[in-house]
């Protein structure tokens, strides 16, 4: 199985900062990397797939980069609806592991 | 807009069985593989199985092969997810996640999800 590890584990941000996330997998899985919001209580919310591609209505200060191994999800002037946790997914191959999350949160 | 509404879930003995459904709507829904993923209390989310968007072909992660079984009726836009055998590790909110098309294992819009908490 191919593992997923991200990076931090837990961030502490202000509103207005740019953060970035990173995730590692355990082998090449090209550029199928899905990245996830999840807020308590809620739905999860896919936010990028294919490593860069902005899933439709999410707003463009969500970006994704990335290749192999190594990927980022940036959000570039947090907002408040952005504290949440962050997951990664690899899309590669089943079983489609998750990143273990990173949880935003306010300064 | 899609929607994705989980049911079936609630309180069940270690050994018993659930049937977890999900009532799809806003999407060609034959068109799309479908997944199940899980979140234990207080874990990460963990995949659980997916379905190909003609039924033709499903998959399970290792800690549940053989006692869940996935399934869809494409005639009423509805995906399963049949569980027997429970343990008390399967406890944990129960999402259905729309796949992209010709991408099985990209998915997203994520239903509500329905808690399954199995204990004596």
């Known amino acids: 199985d191919i593992q997923m590890t991200q990076s931090p584990s837990s961030l502490s941000a202000s509103v207005g900062d740019r953060v970035t996330i990173t995730c590692r997998a355990s082998?090449?899985?090209?550029?199928?990397l899905n990245w996830h919001q999840h807020r308590p209580g809620t739905a999860p919310k896919l936010l990028i797939y294919?490593?860069?591609i902005l899933e439709s209505g999410v707003p463009s200060r969500f970006s994704g980069s990335g290749s192999g191994t190594e990927f980022t999800l940036t959000i570039s002037g947090l907002q408040p609806e952005d504290f949440a946790t962050y997951y990664c997914q690899q899309g590669y191959s089943v079983p489609p592991g998750f990143g273990q999350g990173t949880k935003l949160e306010i300064k | 807009e899609v929607q994705l509404l989980e049911s079936g879930g609630g309180l069940v003995q270690p050994g018993g069985s659930l049937r977890l459904s999900c009532a799809a709507s806003?999407?060609?829904?034959?068109?799309?593989?479908m997944n199940w993923v899980r979140q234990a209390p207080g874990k990460g989310l963990e995949w659980v199985s997916a379905?190909?968007?003609?039924?033709?072909?499903?998959y399970y992660a290792d800690s549940v092969k053989g006692r869940f079984t996935i399934s869809r009726d494409n005639s009423k836009n509805m995906l399963f997810l049949q569980m027997n055998n429970l343990r008390a590790e399967d406890t944990a909110v129960y999402y259905c996640?729309?796949?992209?098309?010709?991408?099985?294992?990209?998915?997203?819009?994520w239903g509500q999800g329905t808690l399954v908490t199995v204990s004596s």
């Open positions: 806003g999407f060609t829904f034959s068109s799309h593989p």
């Open positions: 294919s490593a860069s």
């Open positions: 082998q090449s899985i090209s550029n199928s």
């Open positions: 379905i190909t968007d003609s039924d033709t072909n499903t």
């Open positions: 996640a729309k796949a992209k098309e010709s991408q099985l294992l990209a998915f997203g819009p």
